[in-house]
């Protein structure tokens, strides 16, 4: 019998296929939290229709015997022009899946960045893969800001990623169906729900549980971290009272890259530049926060011209080499992929999610080649039309 571990690195052939098998070795509360969006999830739908509607129009007898899909953002240089989105919670879903990931992008020479609501310490990814990249929340006080930029940069991360499109938290109703609450609420219908799924509840469960004690979120405070049984993880989200003055005061003390994630209005776009900001993530939240968004290709465009020179990056719906490069032609400079690593992570740890990595990394040579271009650049000089 083929274990997920297997599974994944025999049987998936495409970055897809890794929800397929996460469906059946997850337990449903973990597995709709992973999945699932607000509302109706029609932004989630909406997503890969934006992106399905996209047509290229490849050019041909071009010499494309050197093809590299090599891309540099914020100074660095990586492989390839797709990296691995901040998930909060991770480790709950996959055996360290935090570290599996910043192992595995750091190994293919990828960006990876944290989220403040993972139960692994900053600092430990710090390690794991230094001058990797970190996401968060703020709450709208200067000395906090101060003291946790304080401990992002003592931990050796270059960029920082303000998430600003979570004012509030989004109406999760799948979520309440399927038992999953934050905080942590045991119940005999969530109990049933593991034990149902014993692989899962040893290798994940238990090892988490034996690795770290009870699991904490860990670095959405310079000190604090809370159990994800404690009611201060009520609110883990952004803060209502968070505003552009306050993204202000993280751009002025914070001396490594700076960039504002969930950024779809071109004026919001065009603010950001103005304040300083070093990027922006052109993103709907992978559909998680407003249903009914627009989706981040169907606006990018716009941004790019309003953009100057930030770097622009995209997410929300990616999951094909077709995909990066509707997106690099669109107007951005790399793609944030979120769901299917963290699948791939939850299924076979690290060789899973280098499986995945070279998945997709194969897609964009062949289909660069197929595009007539031999680098990323040259896909904004290509054609992309709508249906």
Request: aromatic share 8%; hydrophobic share 40%.
């Amino acid at each position: 019998m083929l274990t997920p571990r297997r599974s994944a690195e025999k049987a998936v052939f495409n970055l897809n296929e890794f929800e397929n098998l996460a469906r059946r070795y997850l337990p449903r509360a973990i597995f709709g939290y992973v999945q699932g969006g607000a509302d109706d999830g029609s932004t989630i739908a909406h997503n890969r229709r934006a992106l399905d509607r996209l047509r290229m129009v490849p050019r041909v007898l071009r010499d494309v015997s050197s093809c590299s899909q090599q891309v540099t953002l914020f100074g660095q240089g990586f492989a390839s022009p797709f990296m691995i989105a901040p998930m909060g919670a991770s480790a709950i879903i996959g055996p360290d899946a935090d570290n599996a990931m910043a192992r595995a992008a750091r190994s293919a020479r990828i960006p990876y960045i944290l989220s403040a609501n993972a139960i692994t310490p900053l600092e430990e990814i710090g390690r794991t893969y230094p001058g990797c990249w970190f996401a968060g929340y703020q709450k709208p006080d200067e000395s906090n800001i101060e003291r946790m930029l304080g401990r992002v940069a003592d931990a050796g991360f270059s960029a920082y990623f303000l998430t600003a499109d979570v004012a509030v938290g989004s109406n999760r109703e799948n979520n309440r169906r399927n038992g999953y609450t934050m905080p942590f609420r045991p119940t005999a219908r969530l109990a049933l729900d593991l034990m149902r799924h014993p692989f899962w509840l040893y290798r994940t469960g238990w090892k988490t549980f034996r690795q770290r004690g009870m699991p904490r979120i860990s670095n959405i405070d310079p000190v604090a971290r809370p159990s994800i049984f404690s009611r201060e993880i009520s609110a883990v989200t952004g803060y209502a009272q968070f505003s552009w003055k306050h993204a202000e005061m993280i751009r002025r003390r914070w001396k490594g890259a700076f960039v504002i994630k969930g950024i779809l209005s071109p004026e919001d776009a065009r603010l950001a530049r103005e304040m300083g900001a070093d990027g922006i993530v052109v993103s709907n939240h992978g559909g998680r926060q407003l249903d009914c968004a627009v989706s981040p290709v169907e606006t990018l465009a716009r941004i790019r011209d309003v953009s100057g020179g930030m770097t622009l990056l995209v997410d929300s719906g990616f999951r094909r080499g077709t995909d990066i490069i509707k997106g690099l032609a669109m107007g951005a400079d790399g793609v944030l992929i979120g769901r299917p690593f963290l699948y791939a992570a939850a299924l076979g740890g690290e060789p899973a999610l280098r499986h995945a990595i070279n998945l997709l990394q194969r897609e964009i040579h062949t289909d660069m080649c197929l595009m007539g271009v031999a680098d990323c650049h040259s896909l904004r000089e290509q054609t992309v039309i709508s249906e």
